[in-house]
Each structure stands twice: as structure tokens, then as C-alpha cells.
């Protein structure tokens, strides 16, 4: 069985969907450019990457552009490599979306490189300065060079100094391979409780403020929850300290301190190039590791702080590292129940004191609404208001034409495009039914899987969706719990629990589809019903579709405006034909409350209840993939009728992909 994806790492398809933020990939490179001079005084390395359908178009993947001012810090690989990146930021340029390495980000990487014969171990050339792989990288890079990964998993890889150069790993010929490399924490990891001056440490924390000191300097304030006898010692009751001016010499206003209190929280000081990275990409409220802080007695505060300085052997070598969210480590699980437990115990010892610089701030980000705006400013906002609500209205006015005109039966929808065009569409009956779900054991014993992680494309029409208002298609995520959701009875979820201090809480897209078969050249039956499918659109494959951040859509007028706008393309008047269709059911059942025949049930069969719609057909991507069940009663409940004759505890489910609104 192939390997999976390495925790912390996107796949291209989610990279590309990231755009502006750091993400870490392995893929393989279907395209590559040889190192040039750019316009200015660096050089460039360009290649794509990709990990599926590799033998379609290249220009499906993920073009990456190297630069550095030292041509040996380059990554140059050869077409059919494994390519490890770190922290690559996906960009906007010249019209794409690409990874995009400029000379002061210094994003590692790895190169995997194919032997002169099928049994020789894959070379390994690496940035100066790239941490080791773990087990699982290498195994799945291994998987995508075709290598097979017992014969390289007893030795490490050469890690390069200045200048990189290949170097082959050659397999231990002292004993026979046992069991595969478990990674370990390297023992500098610390806990800020454990750490005392003096001493290097590894700490994984969260960024409780920040401050730029100035052009050279960056403070992080973090804790991980921990008390050390040697902080400084943070009162609920007091205003926090002047940020990077403790002791008030400039007349920069204090913020209040936002948790947590007492001697838990350790001031950093980054320098360069550690500062120049957290200023572009470490923000409050992140996770992040801290690697080599040189923990000391400050010379003014006179008590414990940090110093993370340049390294001396790698002077471009980034030792912040922002944690992915889904990062499964254990050290971070840790840290995120001691913080729930903490603010739990503040709300129940101190009900009055848990933030409130933070949930004010919180409260703010909510509203989105501008405050102490000058006159001019204000007209401007409302004349801003005023042209938007003018539009709505021509929009209106036009729909109305619109919705007039009914499309024609089999015609695509020009505006929606679906990733790797060479696949052929299949039916959703076909994909309901799929015979590659029925197995035979060797006991001669037929069975059903309940789901497979398989991929495919369809031409369809959308029938409904849910929820009904558009307003909740977005909803806020829990960042923290989810990493817990797999630790049972580790922090008690209440309605307290939602409110506590620095949650790193975040808006989604979660909405679901209804389609059915449609479409040119698509066998279905066009004069009986048809089998329909629920497709689950969410987190980057709805920002994918719709080119638009999820945020709540209850405050943001404008952004459910352009969500509308979008959706209109998709479905066409679905949205106005289902309003109309819920008033009328609402006036009906409010008019009908006595009567004792009346149909009460909120959510009718929607194969029994179909609103004509002005919808176009399209081709969209389709994942299969199946969910646990959470309890042993949902047995009887799926989406497909197929998964209930071995349902196994698994539900299967089908969402899109790879689709976007052009």
C-alpha cells in the first residue's frame, strides 16, 4: 500500500489553493528549467510540481521559482525527481499562482534523485541547512520515486554544508533492516517550566504578542502554559507591560495584558533573519516551534528571557517555524489541553478576568466595522455603500431577464472549469454503483466495501443544496479542538469552553449539493427520475471554487453579496425558485397549524420535491472517501443505499474538488 502524505504537508492541489500562506509539499517534478541569471542580481530556478496525473499537461501543477543570490543554494532538479519543499510561499505572479522562493526566504529542500539502476538507493541533495527527514517523508518520497524504502530506511541522509552536491545513500551492510526509523525529538525540546539560563533550548509554544522593536529586532511574547519561577509575573488585575518598553521611557499607551497571568510567559528576542520571517508570517495566537533559544537573565528586566540569534554555520537559516494546523504532534496536543484546562480554571476562580484585551479584539474582527472615522472618510464609506447597493439592484433587475430564459438541456457551462480534462466523466449511477467496491476473500466470500479513496469526474446538474440560506454556508472552526477531537475526555466541551482567551478560531466554507446526471453525451433517464448524489464542498476545495475566503457572511454584507454573485454562475436561480418555494411552505404551514393533516415534516425526500431551475449543466471533480460513524446507532444511516449492506462502521461520502468558477 502506498504511503500517505505526511503529516504538516499539503498536497499540489491544496497548495495551490493557499494562496498568500506558507505550505510544505512533496511532489514530483514533471518540468524543469536549468538555473539563469534573473533581471537582477539573483539567480532563478523554475520547475513544476505535481503528485497525480503526472503524464497529463504540466501546467496542472505547481510551478515553483527558486531565487538566491548564491547559485549553489539552488535547487536543480531533473524531470522524474522527488522535490521536498518548507515553508514555500504560493504567490500570485504574472497571473498564476506559483511557489515563489525570493532570496531572504530561504525555504529549504530536498532533492530525490533516481540511481543509475532500478535496485541502486536514490541520491539526496539538500539545502545547507535542511533538518533531517523522518521516516515518513522518506517513505513517501521514496513511493514517489519509485524506490523501494527498506532498502534506504537504516541509513540517514548526508545533509550537505556549503554547497550542494549529490550525495548517494548507501544502505548498512552491518545488519539486516528490523523495523522502520521512529523519529525522536532532538533533546534540546524543553518545556518552559524546565528551562534555566544558560542553556540552548527547543521550545513549542504559542505567540501570545508581538512587537517590532525595530529594523533588526522582533519580540515574541509565548508560553506553552507552563509556570517558571524566573518570568516576569503578569497580574489579571494590571494592565500588561509596554510593549518592548517595560519600563515606560517612551509614551507608547500599554495594552492590556491578554493572558495567561502569573510567570507562564517567556519573552524572545528575534534577530535577523529570524525577525524579518516572523514579521511576514508569525502572527498572535500562532503556534509556532522555536528552535536553538539561548535562554539568559536580561539585562534590564533582570529576569528569564530569550534571544534567538543568527546561526553561525547557516547564517539563512529560519528557526521559527510556524505549526501547520494539521499538524498531529504530541507535544502540540499537549500544549493546546494545558491551555483549554488553564482558561477553564480562570473562568471558574476569576470569572471576571479571562482577556479581555483579546476578546475585545476578537469582538472587532467580528463587527469588521470601521470605528472613529473622520468625516471624510465616512461619506466616502457611505457613497461606497451607496454605489454597492445600486448594483444589487441592476443585478436584480437583470435577473430578472435572466431567469427568463431557460438554458438549453445538454449545454455546458462555460464558466466552470474542472482540473485534468483527459479524464473521461462517468455517470453517477456508475459512481453510486461501482462494481470495484464488490470483493471476493479467499474463502470465496463476496463482500461490499463500504467506500474506496477514489477519484472521479462527472458532468452535473445542481437540484439543491444545503443549508437553505447562503448566510450559513460559512461557519467558525475550532482550530485547537479539532487537534484534541481524537483525545476523548481530555477537556470538557461546555458553552464556556468556546469563549476561552486566544482560540484560534477561523470561519470555513461547509455547504452541501445535490446534483444529478446532465449534460452532453451522458447516458441517464431522461423521462423517469434520475440518481442523484450529496457532493460536501468545504475548506480549500470551496475556496478553490468560489475565489473567495470564508468569513461570516452574517457581517460581511459585501462578501455574501459576491458569494451570491458567484453561486448565481453555478446554479443559476435555484437560490430565488428554493426562497419562494420556503415562503410558501411557511405561509402554508402557519395558515394550517390546527389542522391535524398537515405535512410537518422540515426536511421532505428531495427526490420527491424538484425546483426547476435555470441551471446549466458542468463538469466537476468528485472524492470519494468514507467517514467513521459516530455511534453504533447510525448504522442504518447513509447517503447511498450501497453502503448500508456493509456499513462496517463507515459512511461513505462523495465530495467535489478541483473545480472553480472562471
Not at 629 to 653: I, K, Q, Y
Request: proline fraction near 6%.
Amino acid at each position: 500500500m502506498a504511503p500517505s502524505i505526511p503529516p504538516g504537508f499539503d498536497d499540489i492541489q491544496t497548495a495551490v489553493s493557499r494562496m498568500d500562506r506558507m505550505v510544505n509539499v512533496i511532489a514530483v517534478v514533471v518540468d524543469a528549467l536549468p538555473p539563469k541569471l534573473s533581471g537582477g542580481s539573483s539567480y532563478v530556478s523554475t520547475f513544476t510540481l505535481k503528485d497525480h496525473d503526472l503524464d497529463n499537461e504540466s501546467w496542472n501543477g505547481l510551478k515553483i521559482r527558486y531565487f538566491n543570490n548564491d547559485e549553489s543554494y539552488l535547487p536543480v532538479p531533473q524531470h522524474g525527481d522527488v522535490v521536498l519543499l518548507r515553508q514555500i510561499k504560493v504567490r500570485s505572479y504574472q497571473g498564476a499562482v506559483i511557489g515563489l522562493c525570493s532570496q531572504r526566504d530561504s525555504t529549504p529542500w530536498i532533492i530525490f534523485s533516481k540511481g543509475s539502476n532500478p535496485k541502486a538507493v536514490p541520491q539526496v541533495t539538500m539545502r545547507p541547512g535542511t533538518r533531517d527527514l523522518t521516516a515518513t517523508e522518506k517513505s513517501y518520497a521514496f513511493s514517489l520515486i519509485g524506490a523501494d524504502y527498506t532498502v534506504a530506511t537504516s541509513c540517514q541522509p548526508v545533509q550537505v554544508n556549503q554547497v550542494a552536491t549529490s550525495v548517494p545513500l548507501r544502505p548498512l551492510a552491518t545488519k539486516p533492516f528490523t523495523k522502520p526509523f521512529t523519529p525522536r525529538r532532538r533533546p534540546k525540546f524543553s518545556l518552559i517550566k524546565d528551562a534555566s539560563c544558560g542553556i540552548f533550548v527547543d521550545l513549542v509554544v504559542q505567540v501570545v504578542k508581538t512587537y517590532p522593536e525595530d529594523y533588526q529586532r522582533f519580540l515574541l511574547y509565548v508560553t506553552d502554559y507552563t509556570q517558571n519561577k524566573q518570568l516576569f509575573n503578569y497580574s489579571s488585575e494590571e494592565s500588561g507591560p509596554r510593549d518592548g518598553d517595560e519600563y515606560g521611557y517612551t509614551s507608547r499607551p500599554r495594552r492590556d495584558w491578554p493572558g495567561p497571568y502569573g510567570q507562564m510567559t517567556l519573552q524572545v528576542t528575534l534577530w535577523e533573519p529570524h525577525s524579518y520571517y516572523a514579521r511576514q508570517n508569525i502572527k498572535e495566537n500562532d503556534f509556532v516551534v522555536l528552535q536553538n533559544v539561548n535562554i539568559k537573565i536580561g539585562r534590564m528586566s533582570g529576569v528569564m528571557e530569550g534571544s534567538l540569534h543568527t546561526d553561525r554555520h547557516f547564517p539563512e537559516k529560519i528557526q521559527v517555524i510556524p505549526i501547520n494546523d494539521n499538524d498531529s504532534d504530541e507535544d502540540l496536543k499537549k500544549l493546546v489541553k494545558r491551555k483549554l484546562e488553564y482558561w477553564k480554571r480562570m473562568r471558574t476562580e476569576n470569572p471576571g478576568h479571562h482577556g479581555n484585551d483579546v476578546n475585545k479584539r476578537k469582538l472587532a474582527d467580528d463587527d469588521e466595522q470601521p470605528r472613529n472615522l473622520s468625516k471624510k472618510a465616512k461619506k466616502r464609506l457611505a457613497e461606497q455603500r451607496k454605489k454597492q447597493e445600486a448594483k444589487r439592484k441592476r443585478e436584480e433587475d437583470q435577473l430578472e431577464i435572466t431567469t427568463s430564459f431557460q438554458a438549453k438541456r445538454d449545454q455546458l457551462n462555460d464558466y466552470i472549469r474542472a482540473n485534468n480534462p483527459s479524464v473521461p466523466c462517468r455517470s453517477i449511477s456508475d459512481i453510486l454503483f461501482n462494481e470495484s467496491h464488490t470483493n471476493i476473500s479467499p474463502d470465496g466470500i463476496k463482500y461490499r466495501l463500504p467506500f474506496q479513496n477514489l477519484r472521479y469526474k462527472a458532468s452535473v446538474r445542481i437540484v439543491d443544496f444545503f443549508p437553505p440560506k447562503l448566510e450559513d454556508f460559512s461557519v467558525q472552526y475550532d482550530v485547537e479542538r479539532a487537534m484534541l477531537s481524537d483525545t476523548e475526555g481530555s477537556v470538557s466541551g461546555t458553552d464556556d469552553d468556546n469563549n476561552e482567551t486566544g482560540s484560534r478560531k477561523r470561519w470555513e466554507w461547509r455547504f452541501c449539493l445535490l446534483v444529478e446526471d446532465a449534460g452532453p453525451g451522458t447516458h441517464y433517464n431522461r423521462s423517469g427520475p434520475r440518481e442523484r448524489m450529496k457532493l460536501y464542498v468545504g475548506n480549500n476545495d470551496a475556496v478553490f471554487l468560489l475565489r473567495l475566503d470564508a468569513v461570516n457572511l452574517r457581517k460581511n454584507p459585501a462578501v455574501l453579496f459576491d458569494l451570491r454573485e458567484k453561486l448565481f454562475i453555478l446554479w443559476g436561480d435555484l437560490e430565488e425558485r428554493k426562497r419562494a418555494s420556503m415562503a410558501v411552505a411557511q405561509s402554508s404551514n402557519s395558515s394550517s397549524d390546527n389542522n391535524a393533516g398537515s405535512n410537518d415534516d422540515p426536511n421532505p425526500d428531495p427526490n420527491n420535491q424538484i425546483i426547476t431551475a435555470s441551471t446549466k449543466p458542468f463538469v466537476c471533480c468528485i472524492k470519494e472517501f468514507g467517514v467513521k460513524r459516530s455511534r453504533a446507532s447510525d448504522e442504518g444511516t447513509s447517503d447511498n443505499d450501497d453502503s448500508d449492506e456493509c456499513g462496517l462502521g463507515w459512511e461513505r461520502r462523495f465530495c467535489m474538488f478541483g473545480t472553480t468558477i472562471v
